[in-house]
């Protein structure tokens, strides 16, 4: 199945190679809306960043129990064809991921499940109970979610609350979120925040005063980029 990703290039006179910035939309969107919604291309101006922005689906960025292989085609198809054709540093220390809500979700998941992969996630307003809970709610949204995680997914693969106590402490890439405290998922980021707390597991966790909207994320993921180059090691 061919896929789209749109991708930020620098405007640098440096050829590279550039740190890669894995910029995940949540539901219902798709590889257009960063652009379109925010002002991320002005955000990452001046740095050694590329920045891809692809196009999820309604995936949850997870190899379905029933359905596409979206994990396998981010981590695995994306990354080999971005590191293919773009003068990028092709490593761990080079690659980061970020979303909101189901792409908040999808940074972790991809994050925690190839650790090798990626140094680095950030989740705004993430869905970080998706995969924890057995599905439930509104029948269609049920039918869905049982067809992406299987009718009881705690403990799987998909469950980040697992996921966060598998991981070994030298591999564990550096964790950010952030929720609105107006935003419904307050209480599942709250949760994962005292699970990660529990575990002793490192990471920054903050809540801000917004709701689920592009006016929270255009100003938070700002300070995502800042999290990421500290990482990365790049400056502008």
Same mark, same amino acid.
């Given at each position: 199945m061919q896929r789209t990703a749109w991708v930020i290039l620098p405007d640098a006179a440096e050829p590279g190679p550039y740190a890669v910035l894995y910029l995940l939309h949540g539901l219902s969107d798709d590889h257009t809306i960063w652009m379109r919604r925010t002002s991320i291309e002005?955000?990452?101006s001046g740095l050694p960043l590329i920045v891809v922005m692809p196009d999820g689906g309604r995936s949850f960025y997870v190899n379905a129990v029933d359905g596409p292989a979206y994990e396998t085609a981010m981590?695995?198809?994306?990354?080999? =064809?971005?590191?293919?054709?773009?003068?990028?540093?092709a490593e761990r220390g080079g690659r980061c991921l970020a979303?909101? /809500?189901? @792409? @908040?979700?999808?940074?972790?998941r991809l994050a925690l499940g190839n650790p090798t992969r990626y140094c680095s996630a950030v989740s705004h307003s993430?869905?970080?109970?998706?995969?924890?809970?057995?599905?439930?709610?509104?029948?269609?949204?049920?039918?869905?979610?049982?067809?992406?995680?299987?009718?009881?997914?705690?403990?799987?693969p998909?469950?980040?609350?697992?996921?966060?106590?598998?991981? /070994?402490?030298?591999?564990?890439?550096?964790?950010r979120f952030d929720c609105g405290t107006d935003d419904f998922l307050l209480d599942s980021n709250r949760a994962f925040h005292a699970h990660l707390?529990?575990?002793? =597991?490192?990471?920054?966790?903050?809540?801000?005063?917004?709701?689920?909207?592009?006016?929270?994320?255009?100003?938070?993921?700002?300070?995502?980029?800042s999290f990421h180059a500290e990482r990365l090691g790049i400056a502008r």
């Open positions: 002005r955000y990452v981590v695995d198809d994306l990354v080999n =064809t971005i590191d293919r054709f773009f003068p990028t540093r979303g909101l /809500s189901m @792409g @908040g979700y999808g940074a972790f993430g869905a970080l109970g998706y995969g924890h809970w057995a599905p439930g709610g509104d029948p269609e949204w049920a039918h869905e979610a049982r067809r992406i995680l299987g009718p009881d997914p705690a403990g799987g998909n469950d980040l609350f697992a996921l966060a106590g598998q991981v /070994s402490p030298e591999l564990l890439p550096a964790l707390e529990t575990l002793g =597991t490192p990471h920054t966790y903050a809540e801000y005063p917004g709701d689920h909207n592009w006016e929270y994320w255009d100003l938070h993921v700002q300070e995502a980029i």
